[in-house]
């Protein structure tokens, strides 16, 4: 089956990232993180789903495994903010070039401040959306973080 290659996927290759990509069923409309983590067959921590959040005109990206919950209180002290909000979801196009369910770290229309759980550290690959819902890549966090100029901090609850 020939994979589409989707902007994600091109900016992490050309860095010359190693990326394992994974495909996977939508047609259900399960897209949720846990769900995904299932058809593709990893543990559901290593796993993360890609958030987006504002504090008035700024952006930021935030990276979860897809089993926990963004702290908004540590979102925003991560971010430098007093408060942080989740970005509406009819938002998420015009500011990523992303929709719900394909939201990929790498490769939004700006490179916004991004902040990944500090667990990643401890896993040799995470999977993050590749750009398109149905599809995965895995990666390892550090050049993740690399890509996209991430920084490991303490995000969930």
């Known amino acids: ?3 589409v290659k989707t902007n994600a996927l091109r900016l992490l290759e050309a860095s010359g990232a190693k990326v394992k990509v994974h495909s996977y069923d ?3 409309g399960a897209i949720h993180g ?16 890609t958030l987006v959040a504002h504090s008035g005109a ?17 979102a925003a002290k991560a971010a430098g903010e007093k408060k942080i909000e989740m970005l509406p979801m009819k938002d998420l196009l015009k500011y990523t ?14 490179l916004y401040p ?3 759980e500090e667990s990643a550290e401890l896993q040799d690959t995470i999977a993050v959306s590749a750009g398109k819902i149905g599809l995965q890549m895995e ?8 890509m996209v100029g991430g920084m490991f901090c303490d ?3």
């Open 97 to 110: 070039g992303y929709v719900r369910g394909g939201c990929s770290p790498v490769g939004m229309k700006k």
């Open 155 to 157: 995000l969930v609850k």
């Open 26 to 28: 939508n047609e259900d």
């Open 58 to 74: 700024h952006l930021y990206v935030f990276v979860i495994p897809v089993g926990e919950e963004l702290d908004l209180k540590k």
């Open 139 to 146: 990666v390892a966090p550090g050049e993740l973080a690399g």
């Open 114 to 116: 991004t902040f990944i």
């Open 34 to 49: 846990t769900a995904v983590a299932e058809k593709i067959g990893l543990p559901p921590e290593t796993v993360f789903k």
């Open 1 to 3: 089956m020939q994979t």
